[in-house]
C-alpha cells in the first residue's frame, strides 16, 4: 500500500527553465509535507515543507504547492541549474503517525546544459 | 559542527554473520530514525526511537534490532535472519513534539556476500 506517490520515475529539463514534481497521496491524515534532494550514496537533505493549513511555501527558487482536495503536491524549482540535478522524494508525516515521515519512490530530475 | 555520523561507509559482511551499523548524533534531538534504501525505491522506515530506552518497530522491522541507551546514539544490528540485507542505511533524527524535519545522516552501505 504506497500512501505517498511519485509516478515520474525521471524528469529532464533544460537549464534555466522550470523543473515540476510531482507526489500525490492517499492518506487524509497527513497534516505535512517535504521534499527531500538526495545525491548518489548520500543522506537526503531537507529542501522545503508545507503544512496542510496552507497551500503554498516558497523559499528562493523552491515553491511548493499543497492542493488537499486533489492530495496532490509538487515542487516547483525556478530556473533550474545544473546542481539541481539529483533525486528528489516528497515525504508525509501525521501528529498521529508519531511524525513519522512515508517516502514516495523519488524523482530523478537531471538538468541539461 | 552539529550533525549526524554514520560509519562506516562502507561495510561488507559474509551471510549469516550479524554486523552493527553505528549512528550518533550531537544536535540534542530525542528523536532518531533508520531507513533502508533499495535502488528505484523510496526510503523504508526500519526503526524509531523518540526517547532514550524506548523503540518502535518501523514497517520493515523483521530481521533487525536497536538498542537506544544514550539519546545521541542509535546502533541498527542486521542479523542472520534479514533476507536482503544488502542495502544503503540511512539515519535521521529529529526533534518531537513538533513537525519538523528529519536530518539525514550519509549513509552505511552494506553488501553482504
Known amino acids: 500500500d504506497q500512501q505517498v506517490k511519485q509516478n515520474s520515475p525521471s524528469l529532464s529539463v533544460q537549464e534555466g527553465r522550470i523543473s515540476i514534481l510531482n507526489c500525490d497521496y492517499t492518506?487524509?491524515?497527513?497534516?505535512?509535507f517535504l521534499w527531500y534532494k538526495k545525491y548518489p550514496a548520500e543522506g537526503p537533505t531537507f529542501l522545503i515543507s508545507i503544512s496542510s493549513i496552507k497551500d503554498k511555501n516558497e523559499d528562493g527558487r523552491f515553491t511548493v504547492f499543497l492542493n488537499k482536495s486533489a492530495k496532490h503536491l509538487s515542487l516547483h524549482i525556478v530556473p533550474s541549474q545544473p546542481g539541481d540535478s539529483a533525486v528528489y522524494f516528497c515525504a508525509a508525516s501525521s501528529l498521529q503517525g508519531a511524525q513519522k515521515l512515508v517516502f514516495g519512490q523519488g524523482t530523478r530530475l537531471t538538468i541539461n546544459p | 559542527d552539529g550533525g549526524i555520523t554514520q560509519s562506516p561507509k562502507y561495510l561488507f559482511r559474509k551471510e549469516g554473520q550479524n554486523v552493527t551499523l553505528s549512528c550518533e548524533q550531537n544536535?540534542?534531538?530525542?528523536?532518531m530514525y533508520w531507513y533502508r534504501q533499495d535502488p528505484g525505491q523510496g526510503l523504508r522506515l526500519i526503526y524509531y526511537?523518540?526517547?532514550?530506552?524506548?523503540?518502535q518497530k518501523g514497517d520493515i522491522a523483521e530481521g533487525y534490532s536497536v538498542s537506544r541507551e544514550k539519546k545521541e546514539s542509535f546502533p541498527l544490528t542486521v542479523t542472520s535472519a534479514q533476507k536482503n540485507p544488502t542495502a544503503f542505511y540511512l539515519c535521521?533524527?529529529?526533534?518531537?513534539?513538533?513537525?519538523?524535519?528529519?536530518?539525514f545522516g550519509p549513509g552505511t552501505r552494506l553488501t553482504v556476500l
Open positions: 526511537s523518540q526517547i532514550v530506552n524506548d523503540f
Open positions: 492518506n487524509s491524515m497527513f497534516d505535512y
Open positions: 535521521a533524527s529529529s526533534i518531537t513534539g513538533v513537525h519538523n524535519e528529519q536530518f
Open positions: 544536535l540534542n534531538h530525542d528523536a
